[in-house]
């Protein structure tokens, strides 16, 4: 169908994956960020690195494949991002982090590690958040017939 090849081109599948990838790490984060403060709490976080060299993987395979830049992008489940049921959409599957500081109430935290990470990753989605919606807004004008 047209749509499905237009909605597979280019761009698009990456930014959709990178912006689902930053959503769940910034939940995760806010997660613990919130228990900063709990007892016993281990924080967790995803390999941001990870998440990229599958990212890159599978575009290579898909420029491999299709000789362009269209086509779904097939990405390949690791330890930390697999894929949903029924669905097939990415979900994370965090590990405990081994860095911070094990302070008295056995709490392994690093509140300047998880700051920066939560800056990081809201950049990271606000940047493919406004490429994609550019995209998309070229599309709509093609599609319309605008100039």
């Known amino acids: 169908m047209l749509i499905d090849q237009l909605s597979n081109s280019g ?16 939940r995760l984060i806010a997660h613990d960020i919130a228990n900063v403060d709990t007892p016993n709490f281990i924080p967790k976080d995803v ?14 395979d ?5 000789g362009g830049m269209h086509g779904e ?3 390949e489940p690791t330890r930390e991002l697999r894929r949903r049921e029924g669905t097939g959409e990415l979900a994370i599957h965090p590990e405990t ?4 500081v094990l ?7 690093d509140t300047e590690r998880l700051m920066q990470s939560l800056a990081e990753t809201t950049a990271a989605f606000r ?3 406004d490429l994609y919606r550019a995209h998309v807004g070229l599309l709509h004008t093609a599609i319309s017939e605008r100039v």
């Open 103 to 109: 302070f008295h109430d056995r709490n392994n935290r």
């Open 62 to 66: 898909r420029r491999a494949a299709t």
């Open 127 to 129: 940047v493919a958040s």
């Open 11 to 26: 761009a698009l599948p990456s930014l959709e994956l990178t912006m689902r990838f930053a959503a769940q790490r910034q």
């Open 47 to 60: 390999s941001v690195a990870g998440f990229q060299r599958m990212l890159d993987r599978a575009i290579r």
């Open 97 to 100: 982090t081994g860095n911070g």
């Open 73 to 75: 992008l097939a990405w």
